[in-house]
């Protein structure tokens, strides 16, 4: 049996530990687990963090591979360049 999800738009803020803090109570009487879509405006992220997290992150360790190197800087031409 499929159960119907119904959303609630809300604010809040996500602190130093990463926890989030809704700015006013839920308007349900029901408790229990919940799905928590969080959306972050691009101006409210830190563009070091990123860039930190998608450098020390293992997923990306192939990169380093000299298997990986398959351009070289003489390939293609220039944007813009039509020749």
Wanted: aromatic fraction near 8%; hydrophobic fraction near 35%; proline fraction near 4%.
């Amino acid at each position: 049996m499929e159960s119907t999800l119904r959303a609630i738009e809300t604010t809040g803020t996500v602190d130093e530990r990463r926890q989030l803090s809704l700015d006013e109570p839920l308007p349900v009487t029901a408790s229990g687990k919940v799905r928590v879509i969080i959306l972050i405006s691009e101006e409210d992220a830190e563009e070091k963090e990123w860039l930190r997290a998608a450098a020390t992150n293992s997923a990306f360790d192939f990169l380093n591979d000299s298997e990986e190197d398959v351009y070289a800087s003489d390939d293609g031409w220039p944007f813009g360049d039509q020749g």
